[in-house]
Each structure stands twice: as structure tokens, then as C-alpha cells.
């Protein structure tokens, strides 16, 4: 097999083309499929909804279609991410000497992903249906008809799926700072970077989200409760880490011995 190293410009070029077709490929048949359960997955999101004492309605001629297309595109483009990671990992993996360094990315790609698919569960499952029973609450002692447009709707949804999905990768990110020798867990722990990032959270989920006290406590609240997962993640890397390094000191002590013995 040709070294991928030894490959020229334009052969590498050709690989980054049939990765790319095929990530398309795949995105465009993902995209198909989920058009055929257009239907069963708008009603499932429109439940949430519904559940929660809202009325739904179009405004528009063209939203109905509008909206399914928007969700459809957004699921589609969210199964692809594995597929779009995994093909990066490939092309770049000849870059790296050893095999050992490929290993650990594709540990952390499998990780990531792992995480973004908790995140957006967690999301359908647990967030969203709390913030609009939240806002149906607030916005039930008002004397007007509550009735919203799907389209404002379908935009919270997918914002607070977007984020938490997004948000559940601090411990992976965390995970690979330390990892990388950046930070350390002694750090992390530290009264300073705790406060630096509560601030920083806080921060991001107020311009992330719309503006209203649910909607920021909701994304807001799992971005506090994942620095300790972050720091229980490093410190498992860590210990793993350490175990790997005494096995090759034990390998190679045991390797040595055994060549003086034979000479």
C-alpha cells in the first residue's frame, strides 16, 4: 500500500474530493430519509408543544414547508457530523507518526460524539419540555388566546438543541486541554478558573439564547453542572493515561531484560 506521507499534491487532492463526495452522498441520503418521517417528526416536536398548553399556528402560506425543510435539514446535517469527523481523522491520521496519537483522536472524536448525541437528548427530552411548560406558566395569566408561530417555535427549539448539544463538549474540550499539557486538573480545580468559567457560561448562554430568564436558565444551568463531569473526566484520562505509561515502562524493562539475558 502507498505511503499516504509520500502522496503528492494532487493526490491528496483527490482523496480530499472523494471524502468530501461522499460526505455529500451521505448528507443527501440522510436528507431523503428523513423527509420520508417528515410528518412523524414534525408531530413528535409539535407534542412538546402541545403538551405544554400551546396552540400552534402558520402565518404564512409557504411556512409549513418552510419549517419541514429547515428540521429536516438540521437532522440531516446533525448525522452527518460523525461521518464528517470520522472522514477528517482519516485524511489527517497520516500526519501523525504514530499510531498511538491516531488512537487518542479517535478517542476523543468517538467521545465527542457520544456527548453531542447526550446533549441533544438531554435537550428534546428534559429542556425543552420544561421551558415551554415554563413559558406556557407566564404567559397563561394573560387574558389574549396564547398561540404561537411554528416558525418562532421551531427557531427556540432548535436553539436550545443546538446549544446543549454544543455545550455538552466542555468536558471533551477540558479532557483535551489537559491531555495536551495546557492545563492541569490542579488548575481546573482551581477558585480562579472556576470563577472564569461560571462567568464565561453565564455569559455565553445569555447571548446564545433568546431573551428570557427560562430559556437562559435552562441552557445555563447543565453548562454549571458539566465542570464537574469535566474535572471527573480528566481525572479518569489521567489515571489512564498513568496506567498506559506504567505498562510501556514495564514492557520495556521486561523487553531490555530479556535481550541481556540472550546476549
Same mark, same amino acid.
Given at each position: @500500500?502507498?505511503?499516504?506521507?509520500?502522496?503528492?499534491?494532487?493526490?491528496?487532492?483527490?482523496?480530499?474530493?472523494?471524502?468530501?463526495?461522499?460526505?455529500?452522498?451521505?448528507?443527501?441520503?440522510?436528507?431523503?430519509?428523513?423527509?420520508?418521517?417528515?410528518?412523524?417528526? @414534525?408531530?413528535?416536536?409539535?407534542?412538546?408543544?402541545?403538551?405544554?398548553?400551546?396552540?400552534?399556528?402558520?402565518?404564512?402560506?409557504?411556512?409549513?414547508?418552510?419549517?419541514?425543510?429547515?428540521?429536516?435539514?438540521?437532522?440531516?446535517?446533525?448525522?452527518?457530523?460523525?461521518?464528517?469527523?470520522?472522514?477528517?481523522?482519516?485524511?489527517?491520521?497520516?500526519?501523525?507518526?504514530?499510531?498511538?496519537?491516531?488512537?487518542?483522536?479517535?478517542?476523543?472524536?468517538?467521545?465527542?460524539?457520544? @456527548?453531542?448525541?447526550?446533549?441533544?437528548?438531554?435537550?428534546?427530552?428534559?429542556?425543552?419540555?420544561?421551558?415551554?411548560?415554563?413559558?406556557?406558566?407566564?404567559?397563561?395569566?394573560?387574558?389574549?388566546?396564547?398561540?404561537? !408561530?411554528?416558525?418562532? %417555535?421551531?427557531?427556540?427549539?432548535?436553539?436550545?438543541?443546538?446549544?446543549?448539544?454544543?455545550?455538552?463538549?466542555?468536558?471533551?474540550?477540558?479532557?483535551?486541554?489537559?491531555?495536551?499539557?495546557?492545563? !492541569?486538573?490542579?488548575?481546573?480545580?482551581?477558585?480562579?478558573?472556576?470563577?472564569?468559567?461560571?462567568?464565561?457560561?453565564?455569559?455565553?448562554?445569555?447571548?446564545?439564547?433568546?431573551?428570557?430568564?427560562?430559556?437562559?436558565?435552562?441552557?445555563?444551568?447543565? @453548562?454549571?453542572?458539566? %465542570?464537574?463531569?469535566?474535572?471527573?473526566?480528566?481525572?479518569?484520562?489521567?489515571?489512564?493515561?498513568?496506567?498506559?505509561?506504567?505498562?510501556?515502562?514495564?514492557?520495556?524493562?521486561?523487553?531490555?531484560?530479556?535481550?541481556?539475558?540472550?546476549?
Amino acid at each position: @500500500m502507498k505511503d499516504k506521507n509520500a502522496m503528492s499534491a494532487k493526490e491528496h487532492l483527490a482523496e480530499l474530493r472523494h471524502r468530501l463526495i461522499f460526505v455529500i452522498v451521505f448528507l443527501i441520503v440522510a436528507m431523503g430519509i428523513e423527509l420520508t418521517f417528515s410528518d412523524y417528526i @414534525m408531530d413528535v416536536l409539535f407534542s412538546i408543544a402541545k403538551v405544554a398548553g400551546f396552540k400552534l399556528i402558520y402565518i404564512a402560506p409557504q411556512e409549513s414547508i418552510v419549517q419541514k425543510l429547515r428540521v429536516v435539514v438540521s437532522i440531516a446535517v446533525g448525522t452527518t457530523i460523525p461521518i464528517i469527523l470520522y472522514e477528517c481523522v482519516a485524511f489527517v491520521s497520516p500526519v501523525f507518526a504514530t499510531k498511538e496519537a491516531v488512537r487518542s483522536i479517535k478517542k476523543f472524536v468517538t467521545v465527542a460524539v457520544v @456527548m453531542f448525541v447526550v446533549g441533544v437528548v438531554f435537550a428534546f427530552c428534559i429542556a425543552c419540555p420544561i421551558a415551554m411548560k415554563f413559558l406556557y406558566l407566564l404567559s397563561e395569566k394573560s387574558a389574549l388566546e396564547i398561540q404561537i !408561530s411554528v416558525e418562532k %417555535y421551531i427557531s427556540l427549539f432548535l436553539t436550545i438543541v443546538t446549544c446543549l448539544g454544543i455545550m455538552f463538549q466542555i468536558p471533551v474540550v477540558c479532557t483535551a486541554l489537559v491531555s495536551s499539557g495546557v492545563l !492541569s486538573v490542579e488548575q481546573l480545580k482551581s477558585k480562579k478558573v472556576m470563577k472564569v468559567y461560571f462567568i464565561t457560561a453565564t455569559a455565553l448562554s445569555a447571548i446564545l439564547t433568546p431573551p428570557d430568564p427560562i430559556t437562559l436558565l435552562v441552557v445555563m444551568l447543565p @453548562m454549571w453542572a458539566l %465542570y464537574p463531569l469535566s474535572l471527573l473526566m480528566c481525572k479518569l484520562f489521567r489515571k489512564e493515561r498513568c496506567k498506559d505509561g506504567g505498562r510501556k515502562k514495564s514492557y520495556s524493562k521486561s523487553g531490555s531484560r530479556s535481550g541481556t539475558g540472550q546476549s
